[in-house]
């Protein structure tokens, strides 16, 4: 067995030989003919002639050696529903959901948007749409009518497929009336809007226009669909950046590329096997849902479980108790999801039998060193933090222990992933930087590997100005995140590029001070901006969530322990760090993806509109921000 060092190099100097060897992990009708054509740059296309197919690498190329395993584990919390698909049922399922939207004239390169609560319908009609060749654009259950028609207005669906609710925390919240709200405001209509119907909430049904998904699956139920021949290179979806920063951007991605990334991922990261069972934590609507949830397990013959509901009801034992009932081997969450449980009572994490687990896998946000201490201390397995973007579709940084085994450095998400060409450039030079401990931006050099983001939907350009820029000599892709690399090569990431602030001169990342600032016991999760200040420039501010609030009903006791963060900042990174104010919420406000808004954060505490909201998860947490600052 080769060393990751010698399997990295050769994805990178031997790339076509490199990516021709797991391009064999995935069936192709037609072989391709290139391997990587990157004539016309930054545009990268892989394995251009080739043919394939999504749907039937997740789920018919399965059924001659693995029918009747679980495929598809569907679990809700918040119903009580529970049931397992084989592949055989997944395929009858897949094929029937397939025939409905053909039915519906929808054809290949038509696009599907899907707005769907956490149920195997979705799973189903995406499936469905990689079958059929038509793109879907899959846009989370959690957001309201304006965000959604955004997301009508540049995707263009021929057909829109819906449920009437999804339920959160106990709480049903109905889909219809929003969806027919964000239809409104769009100026594109869908022909047609295919509803599942839980019985959770009363639909009004637009004559013409609405069908219902039992019905219309029913009635073709014995119509085969089998799965079209894509091109490598044709879209299979589009799928909206978090927001955190700005404006979401529509991300769009191959079928070849993509199927091929997946496949290579289950096998060299998440130490996936045919047969056993994976469980990502996140929803459809983010690319984790897509990579994790639907097309990389099934891709590998594994069994997924598709969770609707909270990781804390009915108490926060209830991942792992499904960890030990469908003998989960690979788990993947989010940071923001741990210190959610990092808020409960830790013997949840030792209720249940975890001796299948092979790792749990955390992506999506910075993972603080203590709360991947105080996860592996209570679950003792393996935690293996991961960095990558919806642009990149897989993991960037991480660990391919399927390749060679590595232990975590807490703090860092790891090396390089194979087939990423990454750099360290100095922020305003473009120089490269190569000293360990050298704090630069990360940016990948093209072209980028399969799985990559083509384009930006409907607009190159948008995509070239956007991610693509000219250091000394050559154009690279820029991630707009801050990184440093130690001398074993491990990368920790410091945060986005715009959250970098200057205090007197001196530069510091926002990331380093909440580090230290969530070293403190008291402290559940914390965010740090940069204020605009006449004296200083800037200065950094906290919003802390404390784990214990009962103390802090009282002006002195809320001052003493702001006082005690702030000696904490003193001593780990130097006074100059040092928040000019801590305050104390009981929330931060995040994106639905459990991202924090610190940009939204920062405007309000500058006094200024707070951009884009379309993303967030809570507006009162904003508010409470907001009256903070009141004078
Ligand atoms: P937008 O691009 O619309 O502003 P976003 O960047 O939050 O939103 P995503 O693609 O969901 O959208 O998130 C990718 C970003 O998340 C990365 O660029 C990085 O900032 C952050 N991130 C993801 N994983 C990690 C990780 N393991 N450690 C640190 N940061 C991470
Ligand atoms: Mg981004």
């Given amino acids: 067995m080769s060393t990751y060092a010698e399997f990295y190099r050769r994805s990178i100097d031997d790339r076509d030989a490199f990516w021709a060897e797991q391009a064999r992990l995935i069936d192709w009708k037609q072989a391709p003919r290139t391997i990587c054509d990157d004539s016309k740059p930054p545009f990268t296309r892989w394995f251009a002639g080739g043919t394939t197919n999504l749907c039937h690498n997740a789920v018919d190329r399965h059924l001659a050696t693995r029918p009747d395993q679980p ?26 959901a397939a025939a409905a939207l053909r039915s519906l004239g929808v054809q290949k390169g038509d696009r599907v948007l899907i707005y ?41 669906p021929k057909v829109i497929v819906s449920a009437d609710a999804g339920s959160r925390g106990g709480k049903v ?206 679950l003792g397995r393996p935690i293996i933090d991961n960095y990558w973007q919806t642009e990149s579709g897989w993991p960037i940084l991480a660990l391919a222990n399927g390749v060679e085994m590595k232990t975590s450095k807490f703090g860092s998400p790891g090396l390089p992933m194979y087939g990423y060409d990454i750099k360290l450039v100095h922020e305003s030079t473009g120089k490269e930087l190569t000293a360990p401990g050298e704090k630069g931006v990360v940016v990948i050099e093209g072209p980028t590997p399969p799985g990559f983001m083509q384009t930006v939907w409907g607009d190159d350009q948008r995509y070239v100005d956007t991610y693509w820029h000219t250091v000394p000599g050559r154009t690279v892709y820029s991630t707009f995140d801050w990184g440093i690399k130690d001398k074993d090569g ?44 006449s004296l200083k420039g800037q200065v950094a501010m906290a919003f802390v969530v404390p784990r214990d609030t009962a103390g802090l009903t009282d002006t002195a006791a809320r001052l003493k322990l702001e006082g005690d963060i702030m000696k904490v900042v003193d001593e780990q990174l130097g006074a100059v760090a040092r928040p000019s104010r801590v305050h104390f919420v009981n929330l931060l406000p995040k994106t639905r993806s459990g991202k924090l808004l610190r940009r939204a954060i920062q405007a309000v505490a500058e006094g200024r509109d707070a951009g884009d909201l379309t993303t967030i998860e809570d507006p009162t947490a904003l508010q409470q921000i907001r009256d903070l600052m009141a004078p």
């Fill in 116 to 156: 769907m609560p956490m149920i195997a319908e979705a799973a189903f009609a995406m499936l469905a749409c990689a079958r059929i060749g038509a793109i879907h654009s899959v846009v989370f259950g959690g957001f309201a009518s304006v965000s959604l028609a955004s997301r009508i207005e540049d995707a263009t």
């Fill in 490 to 533: 491990y990368f920790f990431i410091l945060g986005r590029t715009d959250d970098v602030i200057n205090v007197a001169g001196h530069r510091l990342g926002t990331r380093e001070i909440e580090e230290s600032i969530s070293s403190h016991p008291n402290v559940a999760e914390v965010a740090v901006v940069g204020v605009a200040d």
């Fill in 71 to 96: 495929a598809l584990i569907y679990v809700s919390s918040e119903t009580g529903a529970e049931r397992t698909y084989s592949f055989r049922q997944l395929h009858a399922e897949v094929q029937r």
């Fill in 173 to 378: 919240v109905a889909y219809k009336p929003l969806l027919d709200e964000a239809i409104r405001l769009s100026s594109h209509k869908p022909q047609s809007v295919l509803m599942v119907d839980r019985g959770l909430a009363p639909m009004e049904s637009v004559a013409g226009r609405d069908h219902d998904w039992a019905a219309l699956t029913e009635k073709h139920s014995s119509v085969s669909v089998d799965c079209e021949w894509l091109d490598s290179t044709d879209i299979s979806y589009i799928l909206y950046t978090s927001g955190t920063t700005g404006k979401p951007k529509g991300v769009q991605r191959d079928v070849g590329g993509y199927a091929v990334a997946l496949a290579a991922s289950m096998k060299h990261i998440f130490l996936g096997e045919p047969g056993e069972t994976y469980f990502s934590t996140s929803d459809i609507g983010w690319v984790v849902g897509h990579s994790y949830i639907v097309y990389g397990p099934l891709l590998a013959g594994m069994a997924t479980i598709m969770y609707e509901g909270l990781p804390i009801r009915p108490d926060a034992g209830v991942w792992w108790s499904l960890v030990e009932k469908y003998k989960v081997t690979s788990m993947f969450s989010a940071p923001t999801a741990v210190r959610v449980l990092k808020k409960q009572d830790p013997a949840f994490l030792k209720k249940y039998d975890l001796s299948s687990l092979k790792a749990l896998f955390l992506a999506g946000e910075p993972l603080d060193e203590p709360t991947a201490q105080w996860i592996s201390d209570g």
